[in-house]
């Protein structure tokens, strides 16, 4: 029966996916990023540079500074040429590793690198708190929609949504730092994983409502396919009906959605990191913007802007493994 | 094959079992029904909508929270930027009922006012958002091809940009920031999931048949895309506007919480909720009560928007 | 299974004795809770299925057919439950038995073959595995052995290198493939009992013949008992030994196959008997003016082709009251197109071609693996017809055959690559702006889906007003004069029209999409599968309005269409298209009755159901796709009283 509507591209028979495909499509996305990362990056630097007062302002403090070294400083910073100019030097250099020096004197990759790990582990334990929690969460409410079970589980992820992340971290350093003392009130240098469990679940918490809620539906929905039917006719029991085939098909949008998440959560870690004091990325953003510093403003959010690019390519990869309907030719 | 012997049996008596008529009446073929009365899909998605109790205690919340922001000084005589210095760290009572701040003001005011400032930030970033995000999206969607894919990039460079991220390095930006600042700039990095996913609902629709035979009625482009795509795409982008609004509060309160948002002067419950930080332990209620009021009215937007996709939800929807 | 498996299947007094049914339903209700309150979806059912033998439960749509089968093995919904009566399965209650038991039952003892191939495999697995998972849960094998058996299994249901095959996924196979995995899984662990819930309608006709034909072949030889859930009753009739007929969810008759085709006893099933278009074998007449014609409801079940005059109003053509024009009897189907167009029996009319259709070719380019290697693909290639005036022509293929996309290209929504589209003479290839929607008023589509084709934001009255108000026709109050008048056309109450899509059947809103259609008053109207979505019924029902209309208003139509059965009830001159190019085209009568094309036979001989002898009706008898073809026995005169038999016009027989 010819069903499709209009418009009508009539498809010869799938070819099988072969390597070049998947090279194509990989080298694809990749083509995909690049203007996404130029302009990216570009609007970011307008932001940071236009419309800002005097770095050099910035870098002098409130000590006088006189004109040939503020030319001298100028021409450092290239501020001396045009914007457009200035991001493309900026966006050499950082492809050469060179992110330039920040206003303290230290190198900005070496304060990055510094810092970053810190909050790869925060972002680490966020994302494992949120799929954990969030699935399982999210699998129970979507197998029992409808329930008590169900209603609750929804409210609770309705709540966490609604109350901001500080709220929640304040919430949470006051209860089980200040008064159960049961975590560390303040984080500080060099975390260890144990130290970071409270801020990450603070950070990972909203991301868990939302994957809850994502599980739910995608369960709820793949409960009632058809091909659960035919697989429960074939004699399979519920167990096996919901482990072989309601469970995988119905994980691969949440997969895809933390995985992203990853992305998603460096960039939020700035609050949390606030919160609890500990130097990651996040905190030195915000002391970047606290003192108008926009080499490092720049940086960071580039960096952040790359990690969330790649971890969405990575997604889009995970996404081909996971569902082989994904024509890698598409 | 199976080995077993193939059990075959016939039915015994070849009964021609006919039903009485009166059991079944026939009716016409295809009769029409005249008994319900006209319903358009929005009106029969309003219905749905009043029969869902998730939907009557959003919107009695929401009513609520619109005459707060509207009328604050009805609910108190206390004015929330007087702060009186003497009357600082005052438990509740009958002149100040939430009590006062470290500063000396009142707390019941200066959350009844900081509805005003959530209510305006979020309604008006939402509208904003939602016309970049909608036209942008709209556009994407119908007129594919090249133009998407430029429309999809940029989409997709405004989506790197985390909301609070990049409204962190604009809000720094600008000397002297106030509440129209804050929706322009939330606006402008909030548009996104709009745009993404109007451009989705207008694909879906575009290719249906009454837009095509629109076309072949006789219909140009834009009437297709005015009269007929956008009327049918609109509803997931309406549910996606509605929680939107109350992200963007959040994203707001983030911001004053941050000290770039919304200056000290005005009243906000995230500087309110910043400022009550250093009391938490002596004075928890002064950290309650605005972050209480901040998770209600987020609270019932996003519920409200649960309630309209149900209300919408083509699955559930006659056909 | 044909006519003579059906007559081994008469009562044998001798055998039956100490039989025991393998499933016995007894009262069966079933009801449904919704927002709207409780529905009862099937209200005191009984049957019963013997060992081996296939009985077809045919219904509509909401007749219930499908949920009293998947009752059997409690697979109803949620929120459906069965609320009395009993189910009986080897002689032991079923119907309250905890779940635990009718898990042992399910795949082992009682099989399924789902409705549609498409979403009952999951996409994620292997289909191999699929069925490999099928016999492991019932215990039948495991591991290596259970993939051994799993190929095999795929092999024993038709499908071709089973071995590679079994290691893809769903998306690799087409429909038919699927299917037969779907009835591999189904049997995986030899049932007793195997629901069929429409099989095959998803289909194309000639793979639904060939996978109906493995699959009784394969439960034969199993001696597996088969209940066939189908919308049509000829498929039935040729499948099954015993029919039941559901109706709202009542079982309204029952019995042997034959029997109940040849002698139906209640109205319903004489009504759906009439209207079955697979049974049907006459172009429709319009009746104004033919006395005999009248039908009351299955009283006149017998005389085919039947004709109920609606409630028609608006002036009459009187030349054109019976315009059932035929064409000349060429000799060679491929000078066709060359030819000057069919000639008329009724001089009124005029012989001149309204469309003309000449070279159409269209090219998609197919994207390959990298995107600077595209392939063309011609799905449209060379097609080269006319459209008498006031005459219908069809287009007829399988999916992928090009046929839509012809259409489109007459509707000029898409650009043919070469070739001509000719209006009245003039080309219209080129036309843009305002000629095109000048020419738009006068060619106008009906489209398949019912569902889709009205805006469901839009009143009907908006949407029968709206092509009034795009070209800038009459004021409001003509305008809403024209609405009353296309509704009453098309046999609808005027008060329809401040009611929206929603409100509406398939069947009605197909019928508002007509009324917007005729509208602007066009001279041609396309109609791309526009009765394909519909049931029998309501099919038959809006062929008979088409067919008044045309006869009315002297339309032209074009008439898009996979099912063989339709072009014979409403096409003057028909077109065979197979991967986008016609492989036959003459008057319906000469590819029905000589068909020079093995495609064309092959499709003849799919027509489920078109070999069965009913009263009053003529059989088509194309066996094989490379058999000779027998000449169609027309049976006597019962028909022909006082209808105007085309055919005998075309002096063909």
């Known amino acids: 029966m010819d069903g499709r509507l209009f418009p009508f591209f009539p498809r010869p028979a799938l070819p099988q996916p072969k390597v070049t495909d998947v090279i194509w499509y990989i080298g694809r996305r990749l083509l995909q990023m690049i203007p996404v990362f130029l302009g990216a990056t570009l609007i970011v630097y307008l932001m940071a540079f236009v419309s800002s007062g005097d770095p050099i302002a910035a870098i002098a403090g409130d000590k006088p500074i006189s004109p040939a070294v503020a030319d001298k400083l100028r021409a450092q910073y290239n501020l001396d040429k045009p914007v457009l100019i200035q991001w493309l030097i900026y966006l050499g250099n950082l492809f050469q590793g060179d992110f330039g020096i920040g206003f303290n004197g230290r190198p900005i990759i070496d304060q990055i690198k510094a810092a970053f790990p810190v909050t790869f582990r925060l972002a680490i334990i966020a994302v494992v708190i949120e799929s954990v929690f969030g699935v399982v969460a999210g699998v129970i409410s979507g197998l029992k929609k409808g329930t008590l079970i169900d209603t609750t589980l929804l409210m609770v992820s309705l709540l966490v949504i609604a109350v901001p992340t500080f709220v929640i971290g304040f919430i949470a350093q006051f209860v089980l730092g200040v008064q159960l003392g049961v975590a560390p009130v303040n984080v500080g240098r060099d975390p260890s994983w144990q130290n970071l469990l409270v801020p990450g679940a603070v950070l990972g918490a909203v991301s868990f409502a939302y994957v809850l809620r994502l599980t739910r539906t995608s369960i709820a929905e793949v409960a009632t396919a058809d091909h659960v039917r035919t697989a429960t006719a074939k004699g399979l029991s519920r167990g096996g009906v919901v482990s072989k085939h309601i469970l995988r098909n119905s994980l691969i949008p949440v997969v895809t959605f933390i995985g992203a998440d990853l992305g998603a959560l460096m960039g939020g870690a700035i609050v949390t990191e606030g919160i609890f004091n500990i130097s990651g990325i996040g905190s030195l953003l915000f002391r970047a913007i606290i003192d108008g510093e926009s080499p490092m403003i720049v940086s960071v959010v580039t960096l952040l802007v790359i990690i969330f690019l790649v971890a969405n390519l990575i997604v889009d990869l995970l996404y081909a493994v996971l569902d082989p309907r994904i024509r890698y030719a598409k | 094959m199976r080995s077993e012997p193939v059990t075959r049996s016939v039915r015994p008596a070849a009964t021609h079992f006919v039903a009485p008529l009166d059991e079944t009446p026939l009716q016409a073929v295809d009769a029409v029904d005249t008994t319900s009365a006209p319903r358009s899909m929005w009106a029969e998605a309003g219905r749905n909508l009043v029969r869902n109790p998730v939907f009557l205690i959003s919107a009695a919340l929401i009513v609520v929270i619109l005459f707060v922001a509207a009328f604050p000084g009805l609910l108190t005589g206390q004015d929330p930027n007087y702060g009186d210095i003497s009357k600082a760290n005052q438990p509740p009572s009958s002149e100040h009922p939430f009590g006062t701040t470290r500063q000396g003001y009142d707390v019941l005011a200066r959350v009844l006012y900081g509805t005003r400032t959530s209510v305006m930030v979020g309604f008006f970033t939402m509208i904003l958002a939602t016309l970049i995000g909608g036209v942008l999206g709209a556009l994407a969607g119908y007129v594919g091809g090249v133009f998407d894919a430029i429309l999809s990039r940029v989409t997709d460079i405004f989506f790197a940009i985390p909301l609070i991220l990049g409204a962190i390095v604009i809000a720094n930006r600008v000397e002297s920031m106030n509440v129209p600042m804050v929706i322009l700039v939330l606006g402008v990095f909030g548009w996104t999931n709009v745009a993404r996913i109007m451009r989705g609902s207008v694909i879906s629709v575009k290719n249906q048949d009454f837009v095509t035979a629109s076309t072949a009625l006789g219909a140009n482009s834009v009437t297709n895309l005015v009269k007929h795509v956008v009327p049918n795409a609109i509803a997931p982008v309406i549910v996606t506007a509605t929680v939107n609004l109350g992200v963007y509060i959040v994203a707001e309160a983030t911001l004053s919480f941050l000290g770039v948002g919304l200056p000290a002067s005005s009243v906000s419950w995230g500087g309110d909720i910043s400022d009550a930080r250093p009391a938490l332990r002596t004075q928890p209620m002064m950290l309650f009560y605005p972050s209480m009021a901040l998770a209600i009215t987020v609270l019932s937007f996003i519920m409200l928007g649960d309630a309209v996709r149900d209300a919408l939800d083509p699955k559930a929807r006659k056909r | ?653």
């Open chain 3, 1 to 653: 299974m044909t006519t003579s498996t059906n007559t081994a299947a008469a009562p044998d007094a001798g055998s039956a004795a100490g039989n025991d049914p393998l499933l016995e339903i007894s009262d069966l209700e079933i009801t449904f809770g919704t927002t709207n309150g409780e529905v009862r979806a099937v209200r005191g059912a009984s049957l019963s299925v013997y060992p081996g033998e296939t009985v077809a439960i045919v219904g509509e749509s909401g007749s219930g057919k499908s949920t009293t089968a998947m009752s059997i093995a409690r697979l109803l919904p949620k929120n459906g439950s069965i609320t009395g009566g009993s189910i009986r399965f080897g002689g032991r209650d079923i119907t309250a038995v905890p779940t635990r038991e009718i898990l042992a039952l399910r795949g082992s003892e009682i099989g399924l073959v789902p409705q549609d191939p498409m979403s009952n495999l999951n996409p994620m697995w292997k289909v191999g595995a699929q069925i490999t998972e099928a016999l492991a849960a019932n215990g039948v094998a495991r591991g290596a052995k259970a993939r051994a058996r799993s190929v095999e299994l795929l092999e024993e249901a038709g499908l071709p290198d089973a071995a590679r095959r079994a290691n893809q996924y769903p998306h690799e196979f087409s429909g038919g493939m699927k299917q037969r995995a779907l009835i591999a899984m189904g049997l995986a662990a030899r049932p007793k009992l195997l629901i069929a819930d429409e099989p095959t309608s998803a289909l194309d006709v000639t793979v639904q013949q060939q996978i109906l034909d493995h699959l009784d072949t394969l439960t034969e030889e199993l001696g597996v008992a088969v209940l066939l859930i189908t919308h049509d009753l000829g498929l039935a009739a040729e499948r099954a030994q015993h029919l039941v007929v559901m109706y709202k969810g009542q079982i309204v008759e029952s019995g042997p196959a034959i029997e109940l085709l040849q002698n139906p006893q209640h109205p319903y099933t004489k009504r759906l008997i009439a209207a079955a278009p697979s049974l049907a074998s006459r172009r429709l007449v319009s009746g104004s003016g033919t006395p005999a014609a009248e039908e009351t409801d299955g009283a006149s079940a017998v005389q085919r082709p039947t004709y109920s005059a609606p409630k028609l109003s608006g002036p009459k053509v009187p030349s054109l009251t019976v315009s059932t024009p035929t064409g000349p009897t060429p000799t060679d189907p491929s000078t066709q197109a060359e030819h000057a167009g069919p000639q008329f029996g009724y001089g009124e009319v005029s012989s001149d071609a309204v469309i003309q259709v000449q070279d159409l070719t269209k090219e998609f380019p197919i994207r390959g693996n990298v995107p600077w290697r595209t392939t063309p693909f011609t799905a449209v290639d060379k097609v080269s017809f006319e459209i008498a005036r006031g005459t219908t022509t069809a287009i007829v293929g399988e999916s992928g055959s090009g046929k839509s996309t012809v259409a489109q290209m007459v509707l000029k929504l898409l650009e043919p690559t070469s070739g001509r589209v000719l209006f009245e003479g003039k080309d219209v290839t080129t036309y843009k702006g305002k000629e095109l929607k000048s020419l738009r008023r006068r060619v106008q589509p009906i489209f398949q889906n019912p569902y889709g084709t009205l805006d469901p934001m839009y009143s009907i009255y908006n949407t029968i007003e709206e092509p009034l108000r795009l070209h800038g026709i009459g004021d409001a109050k003509s305008r809403e004069a024209k609405v009353r008048d296309l509704l009453d056309k098309v046999a609808l109450p005027a008060e329809m029209m401040r009611r929206y899509p929603n409100e509406l059947s398939g069947g009605q809103r197909q019928r508002i999409a007509i009324a917007r259609a005729l509208a602007l008053d066009p001279e041609v109207v396309i109609c791309d599968e526009a009765v394909s979505a519909l049931d029998v019924l309501v099919q038959s029902q809006v062929l008979e309005l088409l067919n008044d209309l045309q006869s009315e208003l002297g339309l032209s139509y074009l008439f898009i269409t996979h099912d063989l059965a339709v072009v014979r009830q409403i096409a003057d001159r028909t077109l065979v298209m197979e991967k986008g190019k016609v492989v036959e085209q003459g008057t319906t009568d000469e590819v029905f009755h000589a068909p020079q094309q093995d495609y064309t036979k092959r499709l003849l001989a799919a027509i489920p159901g078109g070999s069965i002898p009913l009263a009053g009706s003529e059989t088509i008898d194309v066996d094989a796709p490379d058999a000779a073809v027998e000449d169609e026995q027309v049976d006597g005169s019962p028909q022909d009283d006082g209808v105007i038999d085309p055919f005998s016009e075309a002096g063909h027989v």
